[in-house]
């Protein structure tokens, strides 16, 4: 009987670790829901803006070290009270530095309408920048931070407005260099139902 020499021992051992490691892999990523909407793939960058009149109200992410320590991205937009009429203006706000940390809040008292992200693969990391609406004179008022989301680096992460008539007006996010994910606090307020005199709040 032959024995397999040293050279097919060392193909069958790689063939091993190969299907090893795509079962690792498949293990890795079963965790992405397929059914969620997500906007974009890894490391594409996206331009999302809601509907005319909409806001965004929702939005949720799961993480892939596997995929340049990224995330995919959904969001929920939905139209806006009556009595906040319709946007005046519109604009996209400041972009952050990739690997930096980033507090945003939309001037003129506007609310998120949207989101631009560019991934940099220098830095395992996404420039962002917030598409802003503001609605005629209206003022925000009994604004609010949320907890950090994602709870922990690399979970997923998702955020809902607590209940109608709550609105998002930016955020502030902490990059880690280490495990090279993002926690974010959402800034969140509801708005006036009349035309007040401050601005760039």
């Avoid at 005046?88 to 001037?107: K, L, V, Y």
């Avoid at 693969?121 to 907890?147: A, G, I, M, Q, T």
């Amino acid at each position: 009987m032959m024995t397999p020499g040293p050279v097919l021992l060392l193909l069958a051992l790689a063939l091993v670790a190969t299907v090893a490691g795509q079962d690792y892999d498949n293990r890795m990523e079963s965790h992405i829901d397929r059914s969620i909407p997500w906007i974009h793939t890894f490391r594409q960058g996206f331009n999302f803006q809601c509907p005319q009149g909409e806001v965004l109200v929702a939005l949720q992410s799961v993480f892939s070290e596997k995929e340049g320590s990224d995330r995919l991205w959904a969001f929920e937009c939905q139209p806006t009270p009556t009595t906040l009429g319709h946007p005046s203006e519109c604009w996209w706000d400041d972009t952050n530095r990739a690997g930096m940390e980033w507090s945003s809040t939309c001037g003129n008292n506007g609310l998120v309408a949207g989101v631009m992200s560019k991934y940099f693969e220098s830095v395992l990391d996404r420039e962002w920048s917030f598409y802003c609406c503001r609605y005629s004179r209206r003022c925000p008022y009994s604004c609010w931070k949320s907890l950090e989301v994602p709870e922990q680096y690399r979970e997923e992460g998702e955020f809902v407005i607590p209940s109608y008539g709550y609105f998002i007006r930016g955020a502030q996010t902490t990059f880690d260099g280490v495990l090279r994910d993002r926690q974010w606090k959402y800034i969140v307020c509801r708005m006036t139902d009349f035309d007040c005199e401050f601005e760039n709040l």
